[in-house]
């Protein structure tokens, strides 16, 4: 998805990249090629506004009470709008998340999820309007989706926390861009967006260790 073009696309651009790219080194961008975007978009709302390490527990839970129930792999949508929401709530879901998967599960039955040859051929703002229409999903699971799923190069998911955090500490800024206000910096990241979004993560990561940016 990247490598020496968008690094130094990003440094051309600004030369604050630098500090931070040599600091971390190559990016490690990577997508897992063969997931649906149906699995995709569930295991987003898992991550959605709590801690890395507290979605792998539910998922854990998540998919260990559908492998007892006999489903191999992934449940499949039927599976999950067959069960009964307060499993779903045991396994550590919120309600309102619990409401958001089943959406999830009904839209693909539907065939408003898209299979992943068909979410292939659409555009990323195709993918957007036609998922933010699922009740729950918001642009930023979408965006998640395009990104670790799809492989897209050039998506910046401008209302993600950790994204606006990592620019703030990258240019020493008093407080996090506004999300209209990055997206219009970001204009000068493309076609590399997820590159940067990536690095984005990784100042932030290194700014909660106590890491910040000095002029080459």
Avoid: N
Avoid at 31 to 45: D, N
Avoid at 86 to 98: I, P
Avoid at 171 to 178: A, H, S, V
Wanted: aromatic residues 8%; charged residues 25%; glycine residues 10%.
């Amino acid at each position: 998805m990247t490598g020496d073009q968008a690094v130094r696309h990003l440094v051309a651009a600004d030369p604050a990249w630098l500090v931070l790219i040599d600091r971390v080194g190559p990016c490690g961008l990577s997508h897992e090629s063969g997931r649906t975007p149906y699995e995709a978009l569930m295991r987003a709302i898992a991550y959605q506004q709590i801690h890395g390490r507290a979605a792998e527990a539910i998922l854990g839970r998540f998919l260990a009470h559908f492998a007892q129930a006999g489903e191999s792999g992934f449940p499949s949508p039927r599976a999950v709008l067959a069960a009964d929401p307060e499993v779903l709530r045991a396994c550590g879901f919120s309600a309102r998340k619990v409401l958001t998967l089943r959406g999830i599960a009904e839209g693909s039955v539907r065939g408003l999820v898209p299979g992943l040859d068909e979410a292939a051929a659409l555009s990323d703002d195709e993918l957007v309007a036609r998922l933010v229409t699922l009740s729950g999903v918001g642009r930023w699971t979408v965006e998640m989706l395009l990104i670790f799923t799809l492989g897209r190069p050039d998506v910046l998911p401008v209302d993600d926390f950790g994204v606006r955090e990592g620019w703030r500490v990258l240019k020493g800024l008093d407080e996090q861009p506004k999300p209209r206000a990055l997206a219009a910096v970001g204009q000068d990241w493309r076609p590399y967006r997820s590159t940067a979004a990536w690095y984005l993560w990784r100042a932030a990561d290194l700014a909660r260790a106590g890491w910040r940016p000095t002029a080459a």
